[in-house]
């Protein structure tokens, strides 16, 4: 996959950030969040894009994973969290009491930083969701195990053992499981929190392959510490630093030529 | 230059002197094993003594009859007879009703403080609970006596005025906070990864709590079940006091019924002379009620080990 190189001196594509018709997934507008009186994210504003895969890079405490939290309201599990502005998803506003929470993390899914499966077997943690959503019958929980576990290219490697502990599986093969999880309730957007952070390097190859593809069919919002990483295989990426957006744009133009001096030495590796 | 002290000599002067040290942690394991021996001794002492006097009162009274007779009467002049039946169903009958009692409050209580309240009521509430725990048991019996059982009088006309209900609903009141503070401690260590995970497929809360934080607990919990049964079973000054002392075999929990553990304090507290069937059946009692905890418990491991999701 030519994606894969190293190098984050990527080609420079022709389009430019002035793209008219893409669908907007997600709209971010004058977001701020508090945890406490520690003002975390400071009047964000961001689109984000169907079929993209946006890259969210920043050091450590830069409101990343916040943020990405924030987008499927995980970030209220938090006490003391106080957030004003707007996200919208799909012309809708999540904090809307209209917008039940369930119902926009079923549409929004999500991969954690560490691999989480439940203590069940492979079957029961990707038939989970559908389960919790009424489905019952099952021929088809078996299509959408085989199904989900086929998108996140693990299937070969469990097929034979869908009713065994997943905690059995290797730490990069539980994050596929996760990945397919996620998939098993058909979601319209995957949010990653650094989903390859805990994993070892063969393991992150796989990850960031399947990424690649399931863009085709979902849209993908990462957090990443590596900026390598965001290179490789992220269409858009946005820069934070101490909870606010310094700069957003295509990943090329970021990594190539970007207008803040503060994001050229971030990614030059001069601070961060 | 030579006064500064390096680190690497102190070690080494350290080391000569610490023989007697040496000597020591090589003792110690021994002086470990010997302390912990006296449990183990312990039990070996309690169950051969109880073996050794039970077999003298089956040498007097046949077992086929122990278990199979329904009349009880160790104390007749005329004919004594000797049955453990009464005893049995007065044991799991009040033991029943006690369950029925604390396992769906300590759930719930148990599932309210883990997953609903916030830290600061939890902070509150908890201690709260654990000082039903601290009431001694003759507190709970005499509150049985005098209060619960005049209250359910009312309700229920045909009560006896000492009775299995009131007693097994107390008792149950007494071991809520065994189930509720060991059930919650369950849930409680349930990774939160595993509850996020569950939340970010679109799971409502009570989702998450029953399909995943409860399974993911369930060894936990049925240990907190199980201990709560084996503190009901053996629970003694409750049903003293409230149950009364008939031996009736009946299933009717609204009559005086005699548990195992109040037969024994009724034959110690001084009916029975040293020496007579009647004292002998004590251990008979005894034995049969060390039995049916050790299954109690063994049948839990087994529960709990078939159920249990590792994480």
């Not at chain 2, 040498?59 to 000797?82: A, Y």
């Not at chain 2, 009559?255 to 029975?272: K, L, N, P, R």
């Amino acid at each position: 996959m030519s994606s894969l190189s190293i190098s984050t001196e990527l080609p420079l594509k022709k389009e430019t950030t002035e793209q008219v018709n893409k669908t907007v997934v997600y709209d971010t507008k004058n977001l701020n969040l508090w945890y406490g009186n520690n003002h975390a994210l400071k009047n964000i504003n961001l689109p984000m894009y169907k079929n993209e895969v946006t890259a969210i890079i920043g050091p450590s405490g830069c409101g990343k994973s916040t943020y990405i939290k924030t987008l499927n309201r995980m970030v209220e599990l938090v006490q003391n969290v106080r957030i004003s502005g707007e996200i919208l998803y799909r012309e809708k506003n999540i904090f809307d009491k209209e917008f039940r929470v369930e119902e926009l993390r079923t549409r929004v899914g999500m991969v954690f930083q560490k691999p989480n499966p439940f203590p069940k077997t492979i079957f029961d943690n990707i038939a989970y969701g559908p389960r919790i959503h009424g489905i019952k019958d099952k021929k088809i929980l078996k299509e959408i195990v085989e199904k989900s576990l086929r998108g996140a290219a693990i299937w070969e490697e469990v097929k034979d053992r869908l009713h065994e502990n997943a905690y059995g599986l290797s730490g990069g093969q539980q994050q596929r499981l996760c990945i397919a999880r996620c998939l098993a309730v058909e979601p319209d957007v995957i949010l990653m929190d650094e989903p390859t952070s805990a994993l070892d390097p063969k393991s992150t190859l796989k990850v960031e392959e399947l990424i690649q593809e399931l863009k085709e069919n979902y849209s993908i919002i990462i957090v990443t510490h590596n900026m390598q990483q965001a290179a490789r295989i992220s269409d858009k990426t946005a820069f934070f630093l101490n909870g606010e957006v310094i700069e957003y744009d295509d990943t090329d133009i970021i990594f190539s030529t970007p207008s803040d001096k503060r994001t050229e030495d971030y990614i030059t590796g001069r601070f961060g | 230059m030579g006064k500064t002290v390096s680190v690497k000599d102190l070690i080494r002067n350290k080391d000569k002197k610490n023989k007697l040290m040496l000597k020591a942690e090589r003792t110690i394991p021994f002086i470990l094993f010997a302390l912990a021996s006296i449990s183990i001794l312990t039990t070996v002492g309690i169950v051969s003594t109880l073996l050794y006097e039970t077999f003298l009162f089956f040498r007097e009274v046949s077992i086929i009859e122990f278990f199979t007779n329904t009349n009880m009467k160790p104390l007749s002049r005329v004919e004594p007879s000797f049955s453990i039946l009464p005893l049995l169903t007065g044991t799991i009958l009040i033991s029943l009703v006690a369950m029925l009692v604390a396992i769906p409050i300590g759930l719930t209580t148990a599932i309210y403080l883990s997953e609903y309240a916030s830290e600061s009521v939890r902070k509150a509430v908890k201690p709260i609970i654990e000082v039903l725990a601290g009431i001694p048991t003759i507190v709970y019996g005499f509150f049985a006596f005098t209060f619960v059982t005049p209250i359910l009088r009312e309700f229920i006309p045909a009560l006896q005025s000492t009775n299995a209900l009131s007693p097994g609903i107390v008792m149950g009141i007494m071991i809520i906070p065994l189930v509720a503070s060991l059930s919650e401690d369950a849930m409680n260590s349930v990774p939160k990864a595993m509850r996020e995970g569950a939340l970010a497929l679109g799971a409502t809360k009570l989702e998450v709590t029953l399909r995943v934080v409860i399974p993911a607990a369930i060894s936990g919990i049925i240990a907190s079940f199980v201990l709560g049964i084996s503190r009901a079973i053996g629970e003694t000054m409750i049903v003293t006091i409230a149950s009364g002392s008939s031996k009736n075999f009946t299933f009717d929990i609204t009559q005086s019924m005699q548990t195992m553990t109040a037969y024994i304090v009724e034959v110690t507290s001084g009916d029975a002379g040293a020496g007579t069937t009647a004292y002998y059946s004590l251990y008979a009692v005894a034995f049969a009620l060390f039995i049916f905890t050790l299954l109690m418990n063994m049948f839990a491991g087994h529960i709990s080990r078939k159920y249990r999701e590792a994480y």
